[in-house]
């Protein structure tokens, strides 16, 4: 299993609703993660994560991505925040 270092994105606005979780419908979590710790997920997640909207590139700035997890789902033990 590969780790990836992200970090919490915070969202000033209170309002605003982030996408649900498609598998237990809680609102997921935005990260931002580095190009180059997005080039450690397998090429297939990758791409999945990308159709899927869960990774959005350039989000945040350029080489920057947003990415979107869910607290409920993942192991969080395998992720550095």
């Not at 992200?6 to 982030?18: D, Q, S």
């Not at 297939?44 to 080489?63: C, D, R």
């Amino acid at each position: 299993m590969k780790t990836i270092s992200v970090t919490k994105v915070f969202n000033l606005n209170e309002n605003y609703r982030f996408p649900n979780c498609k598998l237990c419908n809680n609102e997921l979590t935005p990260f931002s993660i580095t190009e180059e710790e997005l080039n450690k997920l397998d090429f297939f997640i990758k791409k999945t994560f990308i159709e899927a909207e869960i990774v959005k590139l350039n989000e945040i700035s350029q080489g920057k991505h947003l990415i979107y997890l869910c607290k409920y789902c993942l192991d969080w033990s395998q992720i550095q925040c």
